[in-house]
């Protein structure tokens, strides 16, 4: 990759920002319990979107001014976005090229992973939280579970390595599935992870005691498998272990009860081309304004890094003072 010159795009704590989230649509083909409601949640109008071309161009922003390495595509459910092998070919063609990666509900990507990986994407990461049919339909009201299996496979077969399954465990629904969810990564050669859950849903129904904690998790795992700690890569959120007598490795995202946000190197650009500096900010800087107004590549920057300026130390979600954002995580993308 070609160096840049960038100067770090850095808070007013010192965190630097390599990794930018990008949420290609706010649409979604499941409707999962803990994260939309049945009908009614109202999608973004189509011209309220950011184009292609205002996409590959705030990339191009990021990669080239704002020393930003690493970019992941995300929704709702990012698949859902036309033509998006074009734009992934648009995004690694770019004379700083982000490393691409994707986080889907894995449905679509039997048929798109080779045109994917062909077009420069390189990792996927697949949200997937019970491998029971019949659950799977009750938690994300579709009866597709067989589809995301074909998906990570063909991920796999395409060299979409490694393929990431994100689990959210949440009590009394799935959490009896932890270490059997774990046997099924073991077996096909998939990397598992299990997230805490987060008060990110459009209902604002997250209740914290039906959350299940990493230390749990952890016991779960621990009563079928053997782990052994990995040194934590860089300011990844997840924490590895080494299942003993595999090549396998779980992860564990401890959003809630182990927040990392003292190493948080990420900021968020919405479908409508929203820029937030945290996943729960309470404020936006609007990109797409800038863009549309013929805002040239400085004045982007600039706004670019006075909204990373303004970050505040993290999440807070234990404070009594803590705030969901107004946005659902179908719309902020995650
Ligand atoms: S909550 Fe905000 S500060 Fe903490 S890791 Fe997430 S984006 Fe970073």
Same mark, same amino acid.
């Given at each position: 990759?070609?160096?840049?010159?960038?100067?770090?795009?850095?808070?007013?704590?010192g965190?630097?920002?390599?990794?930018?989230?990008?949420? *290609?649509?706010?649409? @979604?083909?499941?409707?999962? &319990?803990? @994260?939309?409601p049945?009908?009614?949640?109202?999608?973004?109008?189509?011209?309220?979107?950011?184009?292609?071309?205002?996409?590959?161009?705030?990339?191009?922003?990021?990669?080239?001014?704002?020393?930003?390495?690493?970019?992941? *595509? &995300? +929704?709702?459910?990012?698949?859902?976005?036309?033509?998006?092998?074009?734009?992934?070919?648009?995004l690694?063609?770019?004379?700083?090229?982000?490393?691409?990666?994707?986080?889907?509900? +894995?449905?679509?990507? %039997?048929?798109?992973?080779? %045109?994917?990986?062909?077009?420069? *994407?390189?990792r996927?990461?697949?949200?997937?939280? &019970?491998?029971?049919?019949?659950?799977?339909?009750?938690?994300?009201?579709?009866?597709?579970? #067989?589809d995301?299996?074909?998906?990570?496979a063909? %991920? #796999?077969?395409?060299?979409? %390595?490694?393929?990431?399954?994100n689990?959210?465990?949440?009590?009394?629904?799935?959490?009896?599935?932890?270490?059997?969810?774990?046997?099924?990564?073991?077996e096909?050669?998939?990397?598992?992870?299990?997230?805490?859950?987060?008060?990110?849903?459009? #209902?604002?129904?997250?209740?914290? +005691?039906?959350?299940?904690?990493?230390?749990?998790?952890?016991?779960?795992? +621990?009563?079928?498998?053997?782990?052994?700690?990995?040194?934590?890569?860089?300011?990844?959120?997840?924490?590895?272990?080494?299942?003993?007598? &595999?090549?396998?490795?779980?992860?564990?995202?401890?959003?809630?009860?182990?927040?990392?946000?003292?190493? @948080?190197?990420?900021v968020?650009?919405?479908?409508?081309?929203q820029?937030?500096?945290?996943?729960?900010?309470?404020?936006?800087?609007?990109?797409?304004?800038?863009?549309?107004?013929g805002?040239?590549?400085?004045?982007?920057?600039?706004?670019?890094?006075?909204?990373?300026?303004?970050?505040?130390?993290?999440?807070?979600?234990?404070?009594?003072?803590?705030?969901?954002?107004?946005?659902?995580?179908?719309?902020?993308?995650?």
């Amino acid at each position: 990759m070609p160096s840049t010159t960038a100067s770090p795009l850095m808070d007013r704590l010192g965190r630097v920002h390599t990794d930018l989230r990008v949420s *290609l649509t706010d649409r @979604c083909n499941l409707r999962c &319990t803990y @994260c939309m409601p049945e009908e009614g949640l109202a999608w973004l109008p189509k011209p309220e979107l950011l184009t292609d071309d205002e996409l590959v161009r705030l990339v191009a922003v990021a990669t080239e001014r704002l020393g930003v390495r690493t970019v992941r *595509l &995300t +929704g709702g459910e990012p698949l859902l976005r036309r033509g998006l092998p074009g734009l992934i070919a648009r995004l690694t063609a770019l004379p700083h090229p982000p490393e691409l990666s994707i986080t889907t509900n +894995g449905i679509g990507l %039997a048929r798109s992973a080779v %045109a994917l990986r062909e077009a420069g *994407l390189r990792r996927v990461n697949v949200s997937l939280d &019970t491998l029971r049919p019949e659950r799977f339909a009750e938690i994300t009201r579709r009866d597709r579970l #067989q589809d995301v299996l074909l998906g990570l496979a063909a %991920a #796999q077969a395409a060299g979409l %390595a490694p393929v990431k399954v994100n689990a959210v465990p949440v009590r009394g629904v799935n959490d009896d599935e932890i270490a059997g969810m774990a046997a099924f990564a073991i077996e096909h050669g998939y990397r598992m992870r299990f997230i805490e859950s987060m008060p990110l849903d459009a #209902q604002g129904a997250w209740d914290r +005691g039906r959350m299940v904690t990493a230390d749990e998790i952890l016991e779960r795992l +621990g009563e079928r498998f053997t782990l052994e700690p990995l040194p934590r890569s860089g300011n990844a959120p997840a924490e590895e272990w080494r299942v003993v007598g &595999t090549d396998a490795v779980v992860g564990v995202i401890a959003s809630v009860t182990r927040p990392f946000c003292g190493g @948080c190197d990420r900021v968020r650009l919405t479908a409508d081309g929203q820029l937030r500096n945290c996943l729960f900010a309470a404020t936006e800087s609007d990109l797409r304004a800038l863009l549309r107004g013929g805002a040239d590549d400085e004045a982007v920057e600039a706004a670019w890094r006075a909204s990373v300026a303004g970050k505040g130390p993290g999440h807070a979600i234990d404070s009594p003072d803590f705030r969901q954002p107004d946005r659902p995580m179908s719309a902020i993308g995650g």
